[in-house]
């Protein structure tokens, strides 16, 4: 008998887990809210590593098809001071793959491949231990049950309540994204100031952050310390508006660093939460978690490429054990894996977050020269 599995979401961390189970022969039941892959931007670019991300893609047969579609140069790093000096320019030496970019859209068109998803089916409760085994119920009134469920939902999971009473906590530290398209040709002085990857400027318990993707497109995010209700007096859906507190909470930087704000088309409101850093629960047969919906942690790089290597290294799992007792004692033991591992990364991220946006921006610089090649 094949085991019936459901994983709950469509994004890096599901697909690797249903991509490593093809891979596999076995049959897996993806369950997307969305109605459909295009149905809303797919965000940004990623940074996949090579002992996380990119050995993910490797179990799944993908790496190749990863080599042809990322982006080496966009490892670039530039650092600016507020008044625009170039602090640090690190980029790639030739043939570094360590960290290539690639856009969420193309991941997620990598990752789907043959999968047959099931869209726009949200799920609203996850009950284990029924006697047909885990009972899931959808948004329009259905209902089905799985030997196993695996809650790949993100950081507000409906699945996590089956196994975990922690909900995310706000950081103190908000980021107003917004972008630019086709910055070379529109925006030439800006694309020369970003490079060929990501640009950063560090303030007072501040930051500027612009990231390329493919095709011209830039990411902007502003971040900042402040109350979660910061923006009471706000109308966030008023473009102008937002630009012009915005712009007004990086006065005095330098012109060109706040042209990245004056281009921006929209404005997205995305304050930053997390789980409690070492997050772990009671194992619940049939029931399991990955990525944000297991450790939320700050957005440095590391949650989707342990979400997808979390993936792939329970699918691995998933098809070694045989049906019943093996198969549970195999989410066990990835849990045991998974909590270790997630736990050491969320110390350091969020030591990264307090450096990164804190009072005083040298901190910020001192971060990037740790981590990067000398």
């Known amino acids: 008998m094949r085991h019936r599995i459901a994983v709950i979401g469509g994004g890096p961390a599901g697909l690797t887990f249903a991509r490593v189970l093809h891979r596999h022969d076995h049959s897996v039941t993806v369950l997307e809210r969305d109605p459909a892959p295009d149905a809303r931007p797919p965000g940004g670019t990623l940074d996949l590593h090579e002992g996380l991300g990119q050995l993910a893609l490797s179990k799944a ?3 190749a098809e990863f080599q042809a579609l990322s982006r080496p140069e966009g490892q670039a790093m530039r650092i600016l001071d507020a008044d625009g000096t170039v602090l ?3 980029q790639p030496r030739p043939g ?4 290539p970019e690639i856009d969420r859209g193309q991941l997620r068109d990598l990752l789907l491949g043959p999968l047959d998803v099931r869209w726009g089916r949200g799920v609203t409760e996850v009950v284990p231990g029924t006697q047909d085994g885990v009972l899931v119920h959808f948004a329009d009134g259905r209902q089905e049950t799985f030997d196993l469920v695996v809650g790949a939902d993100g950081a507000w999971s409906r699945v996590r309540p089956a196994v975990s009473s922690a909900t995310p906590h706000y950081t103190g530290v908000t980021m107003v994204e917004t972008s630019l398209d086709d910055v070379d040709t529109r925006h030439p002085d800006l694309a020369r100031l970003i490079g060929d990857g990501s640009m950063a400027v560090y303030g007072v318990n501040r930051a500027l952050v612009a990231q390329r993707n493919s095709g011209g497109h830039v990411k902007v995010g502003a971040q900042f310390r402040a109350p979660l209700d910061w923006h009471t007096d706000l109308d966030l859906g008023d473009v102008e508006a937002v630009r012009s507190s915005l712009l007004a909470l990086f006065d005095g930087w330098a012109a060109p660093v706040l042209d990245l704000l004056r281009h921006g088309t929209a404005f997205a409101h995305r304050p930053l939460y997390v789980l409690p850093v070492s997050h772990t629960w009671a194992h619940v047969p049939g029931v399991t978690l990955l990525g944000d919906a297991a450790h939320l942690m700050p957005p440095l790089g590391v949650g989707a490429n342990l979400a997808m290597l979390e993936g792939a ?3 691995e799992s998933v098809a070694a054990a045989a049906p019943g007792p093996d198969l549970d004692e195999a989410v066990r033991a990835f849990e045991e894996q998974m909590w270790a591992r997630a736990g050491r990364w969320a110390k ?5 977050l307090e450096r990164l946006v804190s009072p005083d921006p040298t901190e910020a610089l001192a971060v990037f ?4 090649p000398s």
């Open 61 to 63: 047969g993908l790496l």
């Open 96 to 99: 570094d793959r360590a960290n």
């Open 348 to 352: 350091i991220t969020a030591a990264g």
């Open 313 to 315: 290294e329970l699918a």
């Open 88 to 90: 640090r320019d690190w």
């Open 369 to 372: 020269d740790e981590v990067q």
